[in-house]
């Protein structure tokens, strides 16, 4: 039975990564694979890894128990320690243009060429990456992630073409003259907003763009001024925090949101009162008070609501509670906007709010060919659901070049929230908090503030993971309703319903495989393939050996995929050198490895077959329970069967060793293919 429903921090994220999949992919130390997985749907993994919103860990069905995944760390992680060949594709004769290099353009030239397209991304600036490369300040995003996004981008296809701006070196009419068969704009909204108060004019008076900009590639310093921001999104917290860095004597935030509702991420408004940053909210700007060219502060009145009945932006202000905000520098973060030049001389028409006019259905704007997608269309938005709306474009231009109709996937299913009856069950594992610099440390500089995972790090927190929907899926047909499942189960997860017979809901199932090995009738299978891998793999494993091994002994490994001690890169000693007549196979848990599957083992020509797993190490903690005491009692039976037929029960073994033991792993192996060869004779 194939369920529909997806684990909710898949559904949640804008690009719908599949998350379950690359973080288990990273508890098995299979890094390149991870990243493999992260770059199907995401174009700027390096640069993900640093800023991404992490809309996915919001919905994390951990965070009912201890904490949700630090799954922006693991993604890091990922790309960090992941390597793959990257290959160009092209196979179509039709091209397309994309103006402006931002995420949105580049995710959207990604998808485009890995269709078959061939792509010119046209960009008005000396480098790719739009406002993270122009705005995001270096200690959240460091120019090395992001050019290593732009190197594989370059790698798969995608060409840049820089100094060419809309409106002056060419429109979208003329590229679709020229032989482009469609046209995307991406633009961004390049411009700061700033309100008309007295004083908003005075030379002191800097807008948030502008500023960042300068910071980053201009070397902009204060020199001991008060600094005054206005604004309170993610924009504000980004300029306040590089004021900090630059020499501000002190930093002032002023915003017409309560601390509650500022729009800036909690998490970055944290780090700035760490930073030594003061919050003023529900103030609204009255007037930059200035005297002797000189700014002396701020004059502000209190702010009662932001949002009107309709949810429309019109404050509310106690114009007789007034407040004054000392400081002699005033910077504007009260949002963007879109450059209007490029936009007039191409004849591109806009919306009251100045964004592009284009059918929300399509993304196509009223030039037949030409498309439009990001910020410029759907407003500010962070880096993650810029990539989603060049996604969404892309595949609209697809569709409109291959003549079909332009459709978009139906809204997903997520998982439901896991009930208390079922979340006290699960073992706790705390949660690996990023490591940070200390406020005081990192004010001093703009080198990045959060740490990669260690390898260890990575290890732990990629377990925490309760792979929510890949595991046991009930087929009604099969079941006999023997209750073997409902006495098994830690979790209580098969419930006897109304009717007297056994339901297994699969969304509440931690995927522990204990109800798998043991149903007497075969009517439990796993959603996720892993254990039909490791299965499969038995055969293989044993013609792998046969067709290397000169009559030596043959011998199989079950092992537990988490233990480092199984992985290549861990243990390259074993890997690197594995004895021809070895042959490893992991699985999810060794409680997943069931009588039959050891029976087939000595079936397809196995000598000898040694169970290791690991012992209890609370730097590593397994999440599962009783799993050495199932596999003790299923090795005893199989003992027991391999007796009657006239085997020797020494030929099959369990051994039980730290997780980073190579070396007791290593010589177990060599001592075990030393024991079974007597066994032959």
């Not at 693991?74 to 039709?94: C, M, S, V």
């Amino acid at each position: 039975m194939e369920i529909q429903a997806l684990p909710p921090c898949q559904t949640s994220c804008p690009i719908h990564q599949d998350i379950r999949e690359y973080i288990n992919l990273i508890a098995r130390g299979e890094f390149n694979k991870a990243l493999e997985v992260i770059r199907k749907t995401n174009p700027l993994p390096a640069s993900c890894g640093y800023i991404c919103a992490h809309y996915c860990q919001d919905e994390c069905r951990r965070s009912d128990l201890d904490g949700s995944l630090s799954i922006k760390a693991l993604k890091r992680f990922a790309e960090e320690h992941g390597d793959i060949a990257i290959n160009p594709q092209q196979t179509k004769a039709k091209k397309v243009a994309v103006i402006g290099a931002g995420p949105a353009g580049l995710a959207a030239a990604q998808y485009l060429v890995r269709r078959g397209y061939g792509v010119t991304v046209f960009e008005r600036g000396k480098l790719a990456g739009g406002a993270l490369r122009n705005y995001i300040p270096l200690y959240r995003l460091p120019h090395e992630a992001l050019d290593r996004d732009i190197a594989a981008l370059e790698k798969e296809g995608v060409k840049l073409e820089f100094g060419q701006e809309m409106g002056k070196d060419f429109t979208p009419q003329k590229l679709l003259d020229s032989g482009y068969s469609s046209v995307l704009l991406s633009l961004g909204l390049p411009q700061s907003k700033k309100l008309d108060i007295p004083g908003a004019n005075h030379k002191k008076v800097l807008l948030a763009l502008p500023f960042l900009h300068n910071v980053k590639y201009n070397s902009f310093r204060f020199h001991g001024e008060k600094v005054i921001v206005i604004g309170g999104g993610n924009v504000a917290i980004d300029v306040a925090r590089s004021a900090k860095r630059c020499g501000a004597k002190s930093v002032k935030l002023c915003c017409l949101e309560s601390r509650e509702k500022m729009p800036a991420f909690p998490w970055e408004i944290e780090a700035a009162v760490e930073e030594g940053v003061e919050l003023f909210c529900s103030e609204g700007p009255k007037a930059i008070i200035c005297a002797e060219n000189k700014i002396l502060g701020l004059e502000t009145k209190k702010c009662l609501a932001v949002f009107d009945a309709q949810g429309c932006f019109k404050p509310l202000f106690d114009e007789k509670k007034l407040n004054y905000i000392e400081g002699d520098v005033v910077i504007f973060a009260i949002g963007q906007c879109e450059e209007k030049t490029p936009l007039q001389k191409s004849n591109i028409p806009l919306d009251h709010r100045g964004r592009i006019r284009v059918d929300e259905r399509s993304m196509l704007t009223t030039i037949e060919g030409v498309f439009a997608c990001g910020e410029i269309v759907e407003g500010p938005q962070t880096a993650v659901k810029a990539i989603a709306s060049g996604q969404k474009a892309a595949r609209a231009i697809d569709s409109y070049l291959q003549g079909k109709e332009i459709l978009f996937g139906t809204e997903e299913n997520p998982l439901p929230r896991i009930p208390e009856t079922v979340i006290e069950k699960i073992k706790p594992i705390a949660r690996v908090e990023v490591p940070v610099i200390k406020p005081e440390q990192r004010v001093d500089s703009f080198g990045p503030v959060e740490f990669s995972y260690t390898l260890l790090q990575a290890l732990q927190e990629s377990r925490r993971c309760l792979r929510c929907g890949a595991g046991a899926v009930q087929s009604p047909e099969e079941c006999i309703h023997c209750l073997t499942c409902v006495r098994t189960c830690p979790y209580d997860v098969p419930q006897i319903n109304e009717k007297g017979l056994v339901e297994l809901r699969h969304d509440l199932c931690q995927a522990c495989g204990l109800c798998l090995t043991l149903c007497p009738a075969c009517a439990i299978t796993f959603q996720s393939k892993e254990v039909e891998t490791a299965q499969r793999n038995i055969s293989a494993a044993l013609k792998k050996i046969a067709s290397k091994s000169e009559g030596g002994p043959r011998l199989l490994i079950f092992t537990c995929a988490y233990a480092p001690f199984a992985m290549g890169f861990y243990n390259p000693e074993l890997f690197d050198n594995k004895p021809q007549e070895v042959e490893i196979i992991k699985w999810s848990c060794i409680s997943q490895i069931g009588s039959l599957d050891l029976l087939r083992a000595f079936e397809y020509g196995a000598d000898s077959v040694l169970i290791v797993t690991c012992a209890e190490n609370n730097a590593l903690a397994c999440p599962n329970f009783d799993t050495l005491m199932w596999t003790e009692k299923r090795i005893r039976h199989v003992q027991e069967i391999l007796k009657e037929i006239g085997l020797p029960k020494e030929r099959l073994a369990l051994t039980s060793i730290d997780p980073f033991d190579k070396q007791t792993f290593n010589k177990i192996i060599k001592a075990k293919l030393d024991l079974t060869t007597p066994l032959l004779s």
